[in-house]
Nanobody
Framework: QVQLVESGGGLVQTGGSLRLSCAAS????????MGWYRQTPGKQRELVAS???????NYADSVKGRFTISRDNAKNTVFLQMDSLKPEDTAVYYC?????????WGQGTQVTVSS
């Protein structure tokens, strides 16, 4: 099993920045993809950004140019730098890790952007 602990959510004004972190621990062998998803009430969870072990990043169109994903493979940690935040970025953000056939989720961290 892999455990994920997220941090960095909070309340910020429009145009502000936040940095999310997610540290993986437990039975870690070779993590393939690390990423962030978000969800708002009544909507499906959506991919925000993901990054492979080779640091190839993928972003949702809605966050391109504003969010940056990165990872520290030595510390099994993934980061999401969120700049120029908008009210529509308000959601619960979930860390996600793919390792072999396993899919693991964090507990979620709330991000609220006030207008």
């Amino acid at each position: 099993q892999v455990q994920l602990v997220e941090s960095g959510g909070g309340l910020v004004q429009t145009g502000g920045s936040l940095r999310l972190s997610c540290a993986a621990s437990g039975s870690i062998s070779s993590i393939n993809v690390m990423g962030w998803y978000r969800q708002t009430p009544g909507k499906q969870r959506e991919l925000v950004a993901s990054i492979t072990s080779g640091s190839k990043a993928n972003y949702a169109d809605s966050v391109k140019g504003r969010f940056t994903i990165s990872r520290d493979n030595a510390k099994n940690t993934v980061f999401l730098q969120m700049d120029s935040l908008k009210p529509e970025d308000t959601a619960v953000y979930y860390c996600n890790v793919l390792q072999g056939w396993g899919v693991y989720w964090g507990q979620g961290t709330q991000v609220t952007v006030s207008s």
